[in-house]
């Protein structure tokens, strides 16, 4: 079976969303071999899933209501076959825990948010009301 991160800050928000779209495009397309997981650069583990999130996932049919953040360490990096990025923070975040990865090209780390969402940076703001240090 395949592995695939998708990675953010809190891990309660674009990660946890975007794990959850990516399972049910792959379950609709009858993709049975492929694990999805989540985790956050900077999770405070066992966080709940933001409200927005929950809603906005339940409105296609997903459940995040059971989500709990995960901090994103060496093992959950390493074991990936592909790494997706929210922002390109994480990627360097990622980098710094994986320098040889630059060498050996494994895990495969794209940034999944960078063109056309946020500032020209390819940062993602914060979701409403939420400051830097909860943002997912």
């Known amino acids: 079976a395949r592995r695939v991160l998708l990675v953010c800050t809190g891990n309660i928000c674009r990660s946890a969303m975007g794990a959850v779209f990516l399972r049910e495009h792959l379950r609709g397309a009858g993709v049975a071999h492929v694990e999805v ?73 794209h940034v999944f948010m960078h063109r056309g969402h946020g500032s020209h940076s390819g940062h993602q703001p914060d979701p409403p009301g939420h400051s830097h240090g909860e943002r997912s």
């Open 37 to 109: 997981v989540s985790a956050g650069t900077h999770a405070e583990a066992g966080r709940p899933a933001l409200p927005e999130a929950i809603a906005a996932v339940a409105a296609i049919r997903g459940d995040l209501s059971t989500h709990r953040a995960t901090p994103l360490d060496l093992i959950a990096a390493s074991e990936a076959d592909l790494v997706l990025c929210a922002a390109r923070e994480h990627r360097v975040h990622i980098l710094g825990l994986l320098p040889w990865a630059l060498v050996l090209a494994c895990p495969l780390i």
